[in-house]
């Protein structure tokens, strides 16, 4: 183990500290002079895309309080899901002495410069559950299982309309029928990945006519929705319904991928008469990020499913790679492949996520703290 004094200072200070200990910055003790870590001068600079829906408001959260039980300082900000705002919040962030970056991005594609300038100044830079692409500068990316989630959401799909059992043995129905497809922001580097693992799962099932997407909308870009904005994915909805179903037939299943989306479309169906509930006509609606008012529609029979993806150990695991780094050291990968962002491929932490239904909101959200009982009675965060 390197002795280090107390003399030592900024950055190169902290860093020598968490290298000595191991165990993270903030449980470190300066071996020479007995005196607890001082991470208190090292600053973290944390990007959220939006205040607008809830899982960025846990995230940030998660984020800032494991960083500063670590230690550090944060200057934690949202950008109103505004690219000028984020490239200025981050812009900021590098002029006022960030040591290091959490950024998850609005358009990982509009970050270039900001990560560019990051790298002249030598603060490492984390992508926060979306990809920052075009860019050598990402050093390391945390995130969850993206092509997975998006399987999950199309299996939870075909488990609501009976063609799977949810132990993904043969289901009992036999189709034909008629779903619609929604996908995400296309600047979003997560979207295609879900909609990639979706389309993978949906498509024997499409290719032998037990599914039928019947306004033919199959493509990404025909069914994209520009920064998840549900009041699109119901406008989208509604029009689907005159277009394609005014004809007397009936949309059975919807695969939507963000809770926010799915509320969306749901109120398009309900205006349209379908439902309430998915025991009076509501489709099969799938969806992701287990939002406390989703999660209520889920308990009362409303929408089908939902991905919980815990933003705890996100933010965890994104604290542990900020400690690693400025130990001086890389975090471990446990990807090394999947995350080509057009100029390298960038190590990544993969969480697991679960399919969330009816049946098991008790045994995934409410036994492990994510949300009470009572939340999902309500439907609000308390
Ligand atoms: C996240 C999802 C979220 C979506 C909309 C994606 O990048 O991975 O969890 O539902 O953005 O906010």
């Known amino acids: 183990m390197r002795r280090i004094t107390m003399a030592a200072a900024g950055a190169i200070f902290a860093l020598s500290l968490a290298a000595c200990s191991g165990s993270g910055a903030g449980s470190t003790d300066d071996e020479s002079t007995g005196a607890p870590a001082d991470t208190g001068d090292l600053t973290i600079g944390v990007a959220m895309p939006t205040q607008e829906s809830e899982r960025w408001i846990a995230d940030g959260d998660a984020v800032k309080s494991g960083l500063e039980k670590a230690g550090y300082k944060v200057d934690l900000q949202y950008a109103n899901n505004d690219i000028p705002t984020q490239q200025q919040q981050i812009d900021q962030m590098i002029t006022k002495g960030a040591d290091l970056l959490i950024l998850a991005s609005i358009d990982g594609t509009a970050l270039s410069n900001q990560l560019q300038s990051a790298a002249d100044n030598d603060i490492p830079v984390i992508a926060y559950d979306r990809l920052i692409r075009d860019s050598e500068n990402v050093d390391f990316y945390v995130t969850f299982d993206n092509y997975k989630v998006g399987v999950q959401q199309a299996t939870s799909l075909l488990v609501g309309l009976g063609l799977l059992k949810a132990d993904g043995s043969k289901g009992d129905a036999a189709g034909p029928f ?50 998840w904005l549900q009041e699109t994915a119901q406008k989208r909805m509604e029009d689907l ?28 169906l309900q205006n349209a008469g379908y439902g309430p509930g998915i025991d009076a006509g509501m489709p099969i609606v799938t969806g992701q990020d287990a939002e406390i008012a989703s999660v209520k529609l889920i308990n009362d029979g409303v929408q089908y499913s939902t991905i919980f993806k815990d933003t ?39 969480l697991d996520s679960d399919i969330v239904y009816k049946d098991n909101i008790q045994s995934l959200l409410i036994d492990s703290g994510y949300w009470s009982a009572d939340e999902v009675a309500s439907g609000q965060a308390s």
């Open 178 to 227: 008629n779903i619609e497809l929604f996908a995400g922001s296309l600047d979003d580097n997560n979207a295609h990945f879900f909609f990639k693992g979706a389309m993978d799962t949906l498509q024997p099932y499409i290719d032998d006519k037990t599914l039928v997407v019947k306004s033919d909308q199959t493509k990404i870009e025909q069914v994209a929705t520009l920064r």
């Open 241 to 268: 319904l005159t277009s394609t179903y005014s004809d007397g037939s009936k949309v059975q299943g919807v695969l939507s991928p963000y809770d926010g989306l799915s509320r969306g479309i749901i109120t398009a």
């Open 312 to 350: 705890r150990k996100l933010a965890d695991q994104a604290v542990t790679s900020a400690q690693a780094f400025l130990a001086g050291d890389k975090p471990e990968a446990n990807d090394t492949e999947s995350y080509d962002n057009g100029v390298k491929v960038v190590p990544s932490f993969l």
